[in-house]
């Protein structure tokens, strides 16, 4: 599974983007699927997940309530709303996906990530 995150850029603080990661190959259906970030200087977190069909979600308590995460199995494609951002979501966000069941962790396939940029 290849991925491509996009989406990424400068919006001030309370503003909103929505990321999206887009994915090769016909098993993508079958993938769980995460977005984690690294802020400059941190380590990467998670942020959210989603199951194959879509019909379970997790989210990190920092973003809850404020981001959504969703995918669309036709497109092969993978989405984060994001709203009401705070300059710590400021980030390289990435994206990732796992054959099987819904995860926080042990990701197998990684997107090349998109800057997030949340100005005061």
């Known amino acids: 599974v290849q991925l491509q995150a996009s ?12 990321l999206s990661c887009s994915a090769s190959g016909r098993t993508f259906s079958r993938h769980a699927m995460g977005w984690f970030r690294q802020a400059p200087g941190k380590e990467r ?10 019909g379970s979600q997790y989210y990190a308590d920092s973003v809850k309530g404020r ?5 669309d199995n036709a497109k092969n494609t993978m989405y984060l709303q994001m709203n009401s951002l705070k300059p710590e979501d400021t980030a390289v966000y990435y994206c990732a996906a796992s054959q099987g069941a819904v995860r926080t962790t042990a990701y197998e396939y990684w997107g090349q990530g998109t800057e997030v940029t949340v100005s005061s």
């Not at 989406?7 to 983007?17: E, F, K, M, R």
């Not at 977190?45 to 879509?54: D, K, L, Q, T």
């Not at 981001?67 to 995918?71: D, Q």
């Open 67 to 71: 981001f959504t995460i969703s995918r």
């Open 7 to 18: 989406g990424g850029g400068l919006v001030q603080a309370g503003g909103s983007l929505r």
């Open 45 to 54: 977190e998670f942020v959210a997940a989603i199951s194959p069909s879509g």
